[in-house]
Every structure is written in C-alpha cells, then in structure tokens.
C-alpha cells in the first residue's frame, strides 16, 4: 500500500489544494495526514473555505493551528502528523510540490529498502509561466499549460537549498523544510523531480510578509536563509516590473510538464545533489 502523505498546509487556494490532491491520488496516495496552519492576519472566510474545500475532498486536517509562522512551527506540525502517521514509510509533500516519480511510489521505496536507504530524494523543478507572470490559481486550473516552463530558480536565482526528502522512513529524523534528513544521503540516480507550482498570484505579498516578520523578531528564525531567498526574489521581479525573467540563462528554464522532463533533467539533478553547497549570493544581478 502506498504510503501516507504528509503535508503541513497554509492558507493556500483552494484550487491549489484540490489539484494537489488529484496529483497524489493520482500517484497512488489513498491516506491524507494535514495540518493547516493560519497566521492570524488570514480572513476567517478564506479560512472557512479552505477547511471546507478539505472536508470536501476528504482529507479534513488531522490538526488545524492558528498563529504567527515561526520558522520551527512546519516542524513541529509535521513531526505531529509523523506520529499520527504511525510506524512505514511516510510521503513528505508541501501544497506546492507535486512529485513526480521516475517509477512508482512503491517501485521507489522498494528500491530504497534494497539499497538500505531509509530516505528517497528529490530536487526542486521551479514551474513557471511563458511571460513570468505570477497568475492566480483557479478553480480547474491545467497547471502544465499554465505554467508551461520549469528551471532551476530556486537553487540558481535565490541560493536556495533545492534537495528535498520526499519519502522516509518513521524512525529517520528529517530536517526544516523537508530537506535533508541528518546521516543518510538519498541515491543521487533515483531522484523524484518535485515540480514546484511556488510562482503564482500572492507570492510576492507573501515573501514581504516573511521579510517584514522575520526581520522585525514577531515571527522567529534560527537562520536568516528563508528572509534572504525571499528578498533575493522580491530584487529580481523588481527588476523586471513584477515578473520573473523567463529569459535570465541560470535556471536553464525548458517545457515540462508533470508526465515529461526535459531530457536532461535526470542528469543535470544528479549533479546538482551530488555538488551542492550552502551558497551565498549577493542579491544584485
């Protein structure tokens, strides 16, 4: 049986939350752990609609928090739901990530167990759109032909760190963010591409939020790598009048779409886990 998926969720579209969850039906996901997490500006209405696009799909949160967004507070929600989730193998997945695995989940992890690997690896695909535009997320939205291109932006633009832990084992500790898991290294040849849907309507007010909040001491951080990358994006589409440069050579953006990667990808991701380093860009271009 395919894993349960985990995810700790914001106050994301209810859009985004029904085609993430096709995705991973899709895939084979029949067990939904969440938790929503809603900082205290978030209007009770969206709030409402939320939950209830939730109940609706039936995957109605397993816990549900209210309050500033800490950069420890996805942690303990998740480690939460791990717990719920009980002893196996556990799937991680934000609401903006759909995974996109070169063979199935169980065909995954069943490789992984043969290696001895209690962790399967994946990198972030940053999907964006032809113009850069940032455009809402509505209701029956086709992702692929909104957001036609994917590229390396948050590891090449932001200096982000883009490996992320896509499957686990209950008894492995993983790190914030879903993106390492202490002591244990993913197979760099079996990687899952995690097409991030990240670039849409709300992000740059969301990004100033973190900035602002962060910056400010009301929400805590133990490393100023979240308040950076957002800065570092918030500098490149005030460069180019409140959109991404789909033109700007270091992501390398190609078409994609979640049944097919540019041919490269499997290898150009390799390399990118197997050479990557905490960086420290500077924010001008």
């Known amino acids: ?30 067990r939904f752990l969440i938790a929503f997490h809603f900082p205290e500006q978030v209007h009770p209405r969206h709030r409402a ?4 696009t939730a109940a609706d799909l039936g995957i109605g949160p397993a816990l549900t928090s209210t309050g500033p967004w800490h950069e420890h507070t996805n942690t303990e929600l998740r480690e939460r739901l791990r717990t719920l989730a009980g002893p196996g193998w556990h799937l991680l997945a934000d609401a903006d990530e759909f995974h996109q695995f070169p063979v199935g989940v169980d065909d995954a992890i069943a490789a992984a167990d043969t290696c001895g690997r209690p962790v399967v690896g994946g990198l972030l ?23 036609p291109l994917g590229g390396h932006l948050t590891h090449r633009l932001l ?25 244990y290294r993913p197979d760099p040849d079996r990687l899952v591409c995690v097409h991030h849907f990240k670039w849409r309507r709300g992000v740059l ?26 800065a ?33 990808w499997v290898a150009e991701a390799r390399n990118i886990l197997v050479e990557w380093r905490p960086s420290t860009p500077t924010s001008k271009e």
């Not at 894993?3 to 085609?19: H, K």
């Not at 609609?49 to 209830?52: A, K, V």
């Not at 200096?159 to 002591?183: F, L, M, Y």
């Not at 939020?209 to 490393?223: A, L, N």
Request: glycine share 10%.
């Open 1 to 30: 049986m395919t894993p349960p998926v985990i995810a700790v969720i914001g106050p994301v579209e209810p859009a985004l939350l029904t085609a993430w969850t096709s995705h991973y039906r899709g895939i084979g996901v029949e």
């Open 159 to 183: 200096g982000g760190d883009p490996r992320k832990i896509v499957a686990v084992r209950s008894d492995v500790v993983v790190a914030s963010g879903n993106h390492r898991a202490p002591g």
């Open 125 to 147: 695909f940053d999907r964006i759109t032809c113009d850069g535009a940032l455009p809402p997320i509505t209701v029956g939205i086709d992702l692929d032909q909104v957001f």
């Open 205 to 230: 007010a969301d990004l100033r939020q973190r900035v602002t909040r962060f910056g400010s001491g009301e929400w805590i951080e133990h490393t100023p790598a979240v308040r950076s990358e957002a």
């Open 49 to 52: 609609t939320l939950l209830g």
């Open 232 to 264: 570092r994006l918030l500098d490149h589409v005030g460069r180019h009048h409140g959109r991404l440069d789909p033109t700007d050579p270091r992501p390398a953006y190609q078409p994609a779409t979640l049944a097919q990667l540019p041919e490269n």
